[in-house]
């Protein structure tokens, strides 16, 4: 089946340092990937998403670029700020056989931690 | 415009107690996704229904755990009798149409404490 493999965290960076977030997937089909955030206490929030090979989705000052060489989304962004501790987690949208529809399928989350 | 609408926030009850969560989509959207976040084992979708019909309830833990959509801006999630493993955020999201396009959209959660 289809799955997301994640960095595990936390992350813990300066501010103005430089991020990268590693995520791969496994998947049958032909995916759309996304990365979603999560601030304390909130529902997740699309971050960005890629829905073919070599997309680069942006968003924020976050990018990340759907490699199916790789088959991998990872997460950079250039300078980081302490607004952007939080839980971020890649995701894939395959279409299921049976069912004829798509779900997302989570990686674990990696925590941000960002600090002055 | 208005979100995905989650009540209660915040829910504590005894074990063996009936729990009902609720949740109302964003109005137009088809279809509606209910999520379990756990520490021990993240984000699992538990059952997602499209124009009102569960398409998919494999996520279902057990058969204490149950789901409806009676209308388009309406869905629950009822749990009959409750254990403290249930503990977990329960998350409710839709979006236009379970496609691998489409955006989700999350609510912001119900956390259930099951003493």
């Known amino acids: 089946g289809d799955s997301v493999t994640q960095m595990e965290g936390p992350v813990t960076l300066s501010e103005e340092a430089f991020l990268t977030i590693n995520c791969t997937y496994t998947?049958?089909?032909?995916?759309?990937l996304f990365w979603y955030v999560q601030y304390p206490g909130e529902g997740l929030q699309l971050l960005l998403k890629?829905?073919?090979?070599?997309d680069k989705g942006s968003n924020k000052g976050f990018e990340a670029t759907y490699r199916k060489e790789t088959t991998s989304f990872h997460l950079e962004k250039g300078s980081v700020q302490v607004s952007d501790s939080a839980v971020y987690f890649c995701?894939?949208?395959?279409?299921?056989?049976?069912?004829?529809?798509?779900?997302?399928?989570f990686g674990k989350g990696t925590m941000l931690l960002v600090s002055p | 415009d208005a979100g995905v609408i989650q009540s209660p926030r915040h829910e504590v009850t005894e074990m063996g107690q009936e729990v009902t969560l609720r949740c109302k989509p964003i109005?137009?959207?088809?279809?509606l996704f209910w999520y379990r976040q756990t520490m021990m084992r993240g984000l699992e979708l538990l059952i997602y229904?499209?124009?009102?019909?569960?398409?998919?309830d494999s996520g279902m833990p057990e058969d204490r755990f149950s789901a409806k959509m009676p209308n388009a801006s309406f869905s629950t999630l009822k749990i009959q009798p409750s254990e403290p493993r249930d503990s977990a955020v329960y998350f409710c999201?839709?979006?236009?149409?379970?496609?691998?396009?489409?955006?989700?959209?999350f609510g912001p959660g119900t956390r259930l404490t099951v003493l």
């Open positions: 999201a839709s979006s236009l149409e379970a496609s691998s396009y489409n955006e989700q959209f």
């Open positions: 998947a049958t089909g032909y995916p759309s």
């Open positions: 890629a829905t073919k090979a070599d």
């Open positions: 995701a894939l949208s395959d279409r299921n056989e049976n069912s004829g529809y798509s779900t997302l399928t």
């Open positions: 109005s137009g959207h088809n279809s």
């Open positions: 229904f499209n124009n009102n019909v569960p398409i998919d």
